[in-house]
């Protein structure tokens, strides 16, 4: 975004199409799976996300490398159910 705007002015936000992230939470997934081709993950890889919730990093775990056995877990059972 060039500025700022409140999240619910986001197209799709409101019926879950998008999802909002900070940069540094963006760097965690390619940072997981590998940057370069003789770094990565193989298929099948197991990855824990200990503190999924919401599910913005889990997403783009999957997203990055579909064929992950992923595990994603979180402290708050509420926010979890957000993950699914």
Same mark, same amino acid.
Not at 38 to 44: I, S, T, V
Not at 58 to 67: C, D, I, K, V
């Given at each position: 975004l060039d500025r700022p705007v409140p999240v619910s002015a986001l197209p799709g936000f409101a019926e879950g199409l998008v999802s909002v992230q900070d940069a540094a939470a963006q760097l965690a997934a390619p940072l997981v799976v590998g940057l370069s081709p %003789?770094?990565? +993950? #193989? !298929?099948?890889a197991r990855? +824990? %996300? *200990?503190c999924a919730a919401p599910g913005g990093k889990? *997403?783009? $775990? +999957?997203? $990055?490398? !579909? #064929?992950l056995q992923l595990t994603a877990l979180d402290a708050d059972a509420q926010r979890l159910t957000r993950v699914q």
């Open positions: %003789d770094r990565q +993950l #193989g !298929p099948g990855v +824990l %996300d *200990a889990t *997403a783009h $775990l +999957l997203e $990055l490398q !579909p #064929g």
